[in-house]
Structure formats: C-alpha cells, structure tokens
C-alpha cells in the first residue's frame, strides 16, 4: 500500500519550503495541486518533474475514490495546496478523511502555513486561540458574529482585501471599537506589514490606505 503525504509550500517567500518537502515531492509517483498552473511554477523553480493532478473545491468529490484506489494499489501521493498547508481553508479534509477510512497511511509534514506568524506576531494572547477560518460571505455572516462577540479566546480569521473594511466594520460593531486588532498582509512576501490598533483604528487605517494581497487578522477575545 502507498501513502498520502500532505505537503506545505510556501505562502511567499520560497526559501520557507523544506527539505523534506522538496524531497516528498521529487519522490512521490503523483502530486495532487489545487492549481496545476501556480503549483507549476513552484515544481519548476525546485527541478520537480512529477506529474501533477488537479485537485480543488469544485472536483474533489469526484476525484477522492480514484485516488485512494491508486494509493491503496501501491502509489505515493503527495497533495498540495497553493499556498500553506493543505485543508487548512483550502482542499485536503475529504481526501485525508477517505484515506483514514480507508485504512491508508497519512502524513502530514509540517511547514508553512499564515495564521500561526500572524497569531505571534500580533501581540494579543495565543496561549488559548480559535481559528475560524473566513466569515460566512452572507447567509450566517450577522449569527457567527453575535455568537463571537462572547468569545474570551483570541480570534484568527482570514479575508480577502476586497472585503476586509466590511469585516472590520462588523468587528467594531458587534466587538466594539475599541477590541484590539492585528492585520497582517502579504506574510513572507516583499511588502508584508502588520497593523495594529483598536478596530476602529485600523479600519480608519485601511479606509486610507485600501489593502492588496493575503490577510490574516487576530483579534483580541472579549474581556
């Protein structure tokens, strides 16, 4: 039997992949990418010639069975996303679920990944943390907001920056104004920079100076 191997890959800067990484890759009969064109690139920069498979949110469910069969009947896959570490927010949880099912070896490396430099880095508490991922887009969105506003665990969220004045703007309405906030954007890349303030200060901040690239944004738990 063969095994899954869940690969990280850099969120920016590709010094942060590994050398185990770079190995599981250059060894594995298959890897599974979320999007064959930008992990491309990647493989090309290593001198990785494995084939590649596409595997995201809208084929996932199609593709699970196939690709534990070819596990199961001897094959290494390696599965990445692109960018951090699969399932997390992105492809990986159906995959590794079937596989556990299944009775098939599963191995997640460790690496890259945008909340955990951007939970330290935020100067709020991260003994005790909840990683919620990205709000509900609409249906949901008022509900998860009012459940969080009682929640004393510092919060990690991630937004897109077309989105992000509106998700601020929820934070100071239903935590307050003055909850203590860390933005962090574009982590490992040339123009990272992390803002931090009350909610209604860096809401002012980005309303000035509109955001680009990856957000991560932690947020102070309720007193």
Known sequence: MGKLFLVPTPIGN?????LRALRVLKEADLILAEDTRNSGKLLKHFEI?????????????????SIVSRIKAGETVALISDA????????????TRACVEAGVEVDCLPGATAFVPALVNSGLPNDKFVFEGFLPVKKGRQTRLKFLAEETRTMVF?????????????????????????????????????VR?????????????????????????RS
Do not use: W
């Open 84 to 95: 951090g570490t699969p399932a997390i927010s992105d492809p990986g949880f159906l995959l």
């Open 158 to 194: 991630y937004e897109s920056p077309h989105k992000l004045l509106k998700t601020l703007g929820n934070f100071v309405e239903y935590f307050g104004a003055d909850r203590k906030v860390s933005v962090s954007r574009e982590i490992t890349k040339l123009h990272e920079e992390t």
């Open 49 to 65: 010639s494995t084939p590649m498979q596409s595997h995201h949110m809208h084929n996932e469910h199609k593709t699970v069975e």
């Open 14 to 18: 590709l010094e942060d992949i590994t």
């Open 197 to 221: 303030g009350t909610s209604a200060e860096v809401l002012e901040h980005y309303t000035a100076y509109p955001p680009k690239g990856e957000i991560v944004i932690v947020v102070e738990g």
